[in-house]
């Protein structure tokens, strides 16, 4: 089990953070589960079907807070449960407005050849 200590992580460590604490909660049962199925298939299929939810703690901790004790979740299922938990938050860069003050003189200097351009548009 990985033992990242923030909130992020990459798709492997956050599965193995998963499979491990459902190996702590339902023991033998969650290995016996897929018993005879290719554990990288079972892999592949669960980052596939979890994505980003792999990559952020909360919403994984969010999922196994509400797992039921008495069988291991499908993928689906947990899928479902990390996304009714808490946002994943974005890096994205946020558009903010800051304009600049125009020396009134260019903005005088801009209307007076505006005024040239119309004035030679209408003769």
């Not at 460590?13 to 897929?34: Q, T, V």
């Not at 946002?87 to 558009?95: A, F, H, S, V, W």
Request: with cysteine; hydrophobic share 35%; aromatic share 12%.
């Amino acid at each position: 089990m990985s033992n990242y200590s923030n909130n992020d992580c990459t798709q492997d460590e956050g599965l193995d953070y998963i499979f491990g604490r459902m190996s702590a909660i339902y023991g033998a049962a969650f290995l016996r589960h897929w018993e005879g199925v290719d554990h990288e298939l079972v892999r592949q299929e669960w980052k596939q079907q979890l994505g980003r939810f792999l990559t952020y703690r909360p919403s994984m901790d969010y999922a196994i807070d509400r797992l039921k004790g008495e069988f291991p979740p499908s993928a689906i299922t947990f899928r479902e449960y990390c996304n009714a938990g808490p946002n994943i938050p974005r890096d994205e860069l946020q558009i903010t407005h800051d304009p600049k003050p125009v020396d009134p003189e260019v903005v005088a200097e801009a209307r007076r050849k505006l005024k040239e351009m119309r004035a030679k548009w209408t003769n």
